[in-house]
């Protein structure tokens, strides 16, 4: 008990450091015994996520190597931290609006920086699933399920060069996602056939994104990963903005491309129709993506607005507007000054990073 205490005090003590003195960390011991040892000269920065309680209540690290990957380190996974003399660090401690205890408890990756709020309220019907990939190593894609209206929420992931790597091709094993435990929460194979004419099995998180492994590849296959979407809009507009996505985590100023991809499903309105099927086909699908280059340790967002018709026209809107269409609140886990900087930002300096014109603000 002496040892474990002294393990957790030395801890709480390392994390009140490195927000004093910004360093980076030597080495990371896991709790299923595993060590992770860092070469200080690889790391670019490290970004410490803090809960209320400050320093004393961490939620994880995510570390910026040199070469272009990052890896991330969920607080509770870990029993302890040793940190260099030298380094860049970044303290949240102070942040209203991000995923709580009781967040974190229904999903334990929801402290991460591409999740939205969770949903809070009808949790006997609503799925927090994080699919991970290289025997559990490897966070794929996080996503919010509602049973009662067996529609995705949204869909939310990382880009970056760690993970943009093209290993595997394409192949369309589309099937339930048996994280969602109640079949009868689910959409069926059954049900995209019956309206295979008109509705395309859309993806949200898309395969082309996950050519790293086979096994991520696979996973964004589940229908969990889709939403009913017109076969035009899928293979035009929507693929088209899907490729683009690809070329701004690709441009040499973007580290890290947080991206939530989603339809509308919570307002009747936003309804397109309800197939014979069973399947709520939405009027809208929407993307918002924030961006961060850790050479100038800025961000950068955008929202896009996506009408689910064949060569619909495309809206570039800031993220604020996007959660007002929306009622979702995104990139909750930010420092609140700067979730409030980039969300409102439609500056010129912001256009010319996406290369887009913003739209006016009008809801549709």
Not at 127 to 142: D, K
Not at 253 to 268: G, M, P, Q, R, S
């Amino acid at each position: 008990m002496k040892k474990y205490t002294l393990a957790l005090l030395l801890l709480i003590v390392t994390f009140e450091a490195v927000a004093q003195k910004n360093r980076k960390p030597e080495y990371i011991k896991l709790k299923n015994g595993t060590v992770q040892t860092f070469d200080k000269e690889k790391i670019n920065k490290s970004v410490v996520v803090f809960g209320e309680g400050g320093a004393t209540d961490s939620l994880g690290i995510k570390i910026y190597m040199k070469d272009g990957s990052c890896q991330d380190y969920l607080y509770s996974q870990i029993s302890f931290v040793a940190f260099e003399e030298q380094g860049g660090g970044q303290q949240d401690d102070k942040n209203v609006n991000k995923n709580n205890d009781a967040d974190l408890a229904r999903n334990k990756e929801a402290w991460r920086l591409e999740f939205p709020q969770l949903h809070r309220g009808d949790e006997d019907f609503t799925y927090e699933i994080t699919h991970y990939a290289e025997n559990e190593t490897v966070v794929n894609f996080s996503l919010e399920w509602d049973g009662q209206k067996k529609g995705n929420r949204w869909t939310c992931y990382q880009l970056h060069k760690g993970n943009l790597e093209k290993n595997v091709k394409r192949k369309d094993n589309f099937r339930e996602d048996p994280k969602i435990t109640n079949p009868e929460h689910r959409t069926t194979l059954a049900q995209y056939k019956a309206t295979s004419s008109t509705y395309a099995r859309g993806h949200l998180c898309p395969s082309g994104d996950r050519l790293y492994s086979k096994e991520q590849n696979d996973q964004t296959f589940y229908l969990s990963n889709m939403q009913p979407q017109v076969q035009g809009h899928n293979s035009g507009v929507w693929a088209q903005l899907e490729r683009r996505v690809r070329e701004y985590a690709e441009a040499a100023n973007c580290d890290t491309l947080y991206i939530v991809k989603a339809a509308t499903i919570d307002k009747e309105t936003d309804i397109e129709e309800t197939t014979s099927a069973g399947l709520r086909v939405p009027k809208y699908f929407y993307m918002a993506l924030l961006a961060y280059n850790k050479t100038k340790d800025e961000y950068h967002a955008l929202g896009i607005w996506s009408p689910n018709y064949t060569k619909s026209p495309t809206e570039y809107i800031t993220i604020r507007e996007l959660e007002t269409r929306t009622g979702l609140d995104f990139f909750c886990n930010l420092p609140d000054d700067t979730e409030n900087m980039v969300e409102d930002d439609r500056s010129n300096d912001n256009a010319r990073y996406w290369r887009i014109t913003f739209n006016n603000e009008q809801q549709p």
